[in-house]
């Protein structure tokens, strides 16, 4: 069964501070990786898109990587702002469905 | 364009009695995907339906169940509420489904459900 782990479960940076959140998975066969952002108590807002062909993908200040035959994937978040607050999570589309990580909870300090 | 959309946002109901939560996707979308989601579990993948079909389901009891129109809105039923099934439920539509869902996944607001 793929297993997706997402570390670190919760991180605290000053503002303007670049940053990586972690995602890995234990099955490599995966069609495409969607990282999102949960805001508290609210639905889920696409990031980042990365189809199991491609290396990367890059919208705005995010930058999202992916190493599939290392079962790895990276979110890269530039110059850090209090409004990116929120909890991300990476999914793996795998057999016939999304399998979700548990989320990083992030806060930027101002 | 008009987001996934869903109702109710807020449901208290108590053990025993059976619910129902409805999702509308975005306009063209076809696929819609149901999960759970609690703070123990995390998200958890229900079922998805597409072209009015279940096209595949997550290892949940059969007291959850869904079905889609024609219009693609989809609704969800839980029968015989337990505690546990307090939670966030969340729907998620795309243009299409399975292998070939190389689109985006939009969510909606989500519907949180307690059980007393």
């Not at chain 2, 939560?21 to 703070?39: A, F, K, M, N």
């Amino acid at each position: 069964k793929q297993e997706v782990t997402q570390i670190p479960a919760a991180l605290s940076v000053p503002e303007g501070e670049n940053l990586v959140l972690n995602c890995s998975f234990t099955d490599s066969a995966i069609y495409n990786l969607q990282w999102f952002r949960q805001d508290p108590g609210k639905g889920l807002t696409s990031l980042l898109l990365i189809q199991s062909s491609q290396r990367e993908q890059t919208s705005g200040r995010l930058n999202a990587s992916l190493d599939k035959s290392s079962g790895r994937s990276t979110l890269y978040i530039a110059a850090s702002q209090p409004g990116d607050s929120a909890t991300y999570l990476c999914a793996v589309y795998h057999g016939n469905q999304f399998y979700f990580g548990t989320g990083t909870s992030l806060t930027v300090i101002p | 364009k008009a987001g996934v959309t869903q109702t109710p946002r807020y449901l208290i109901k108590t053990r025993g009695q059976q619910v129902t939560l409805s999702c509308s996707p975005i306009s063209g979308h076809r696929s819609v995907s149901w999960y759970q989601q609690t703070p123990g579990q995390g998200l958890q993948f229900l079922f998805e339906y597409f072209s009015e079909t279940q096209r595949n389901k997550g290892n949940f009891p059969g007291r959850f169940s869904g079905r889609q129109f024609s219009n693609s809105r989809s609704e969800m039923n839980v029968s015989t509420l337990e505690l546990g099934d307090s939670a966030l439920y969340l729907c998620a539509s795309s243009l299409m489904s399975g292998a070939r869902n190389t689109d985006t996944q939009y969510f909606g607001p989500g519907t949180r459900l307690t059980v007393l």
